[in-house]
């Protein structure tokens, strides 16, 4: 992971966020098992995938001041499991931002990849920010 | 697994007590210490007036739920559509219904198109949502 932040403000359609890559540890694995209480089976859990991505995602980009960032719904597709040990690059893109009163929403595109460029996942997330 | 895919066919639910132990134990894992999330006098202060699970924990519980049914099929042929609706707190028992709206066919291959909601101990959704699992051939 790497991580330069953004700010909210340059957030706008079409801004691609640097690609970012994951590895996929036995250890960091285990951790979200543990935190699930699911059942392992020598592949990530592909939530795993999309929560430590999102989780990476949400952390790149400053939030304006007295705003709280709240995942407000997600779309996936889930096209190839990825076993344990796996290196996934990820590529998200700003796909659209509305701004209604005091709540502005933030609608993200994400296609994951694993280290043969096959996509194993793709989705759209998107964060209210609220005052 | 589901013995039968069919039409109708009611999900065996999931339950799980939420935990502040749990939510800091989500966001060790994913990574995401939103502080809503696990700082409990920021969150305090917040119109949640307190923490809220991670919805993607939320999440995990539905996946849950259709990895029990669909077993790989899910796994690696899923899709879903969730919106998080309310806030999941500590000290909430969330429960995760789902089933099977319709079967579809399309190009020789099985969908199973499901709905899914995960309820507090209130009643109130938390979660609702669409998930469209695509069939292997063993399974039509």
Redesign the interface.
Same mark, same amino acid.
């Given at each position: 992971m790497q991580g330069n932040t953004v700010n909210y403000e340059e957030l706008v359609p079409g801004y691609k966020f640097p690609p970012t890559s994951y590895e996929l540890s036995t250890s960091l694995v285990a951790k979200y098992i543990q935190a699930v209480n699911s059942a392992a089976d020598g592949f990530v859990p592909p939530l795993a995938i999309t929560a430590c991505v999102i989780a990476a995602m949400a952390g790149s980009f400053s939030l304006p001041p007295n705003t709280v960032a709240i995942h407000a719904s997600q779309e996936l597709e889930f096209l190839k499991l990825v076993p344990i040990g796996s290196t996934i690059e990820c590529h998200t893109i700003v796909a659209q931002k509305v701004t209604r009163g005091k709540m502005s929403m933030l609608i993200l595109e994400l296609e994951i990849f694993d280290q043969d460029k096959e996509k194993v996942q793709s989705g759209k997330t998107t964060i209210a920010l609220t005052t | 697994m589901l013995t039968e895919i069919q039409e109708g066919k009611t999900l065996n639910p999931v339950v !799980?007590y939420i935990t502040q132990e !749990?939510i800091n @134990? $989500?966001a060790? %894992? &994913? *990574?995401?210490f939103?502080p809503?999330h696990v700082d409990e006098s920021f969150a305090a202060k917040?119109? /949640?007036g307190g923490t809220i699970a991670? *919805?993607? @924990?939320n999440? %995990? $519980?539905v &996946?849950?739920m259709m990895?029990s049914a669909f077993g790989?099929n899910? @796994? &690696? *042929? *899923? !899709? @879903?559509?969730? !919106? /998080?609706k309310e806030a999941a707190r500590p000290g909430d028992t969330v429960t995760i219904n789902g089933k099977i709206d319709c079967m579809e066919q399309k190009d020789d291959v099985s969908y199973a198109d499901c709905s899914f909601e995960c309820r507090n101990q209130k009643g109130e959704v938390i979660v609702a949502g669409e998930a469209i699992v695509k069939l292997s051939s063993d399974k039509r």
């Open positions: - | !799980k !749990k @134990l $989500y060790e %894992a &994913s *990574g995401d939103n809503i917040t119109p /949640f991670h *919805g993607m @924990l999440l %995990a $519980y &996946s849950e990895t790989q899910w @796994l &690696s *042929g *899923g !899709k @879903l559509r969730a !919106k /998080f």
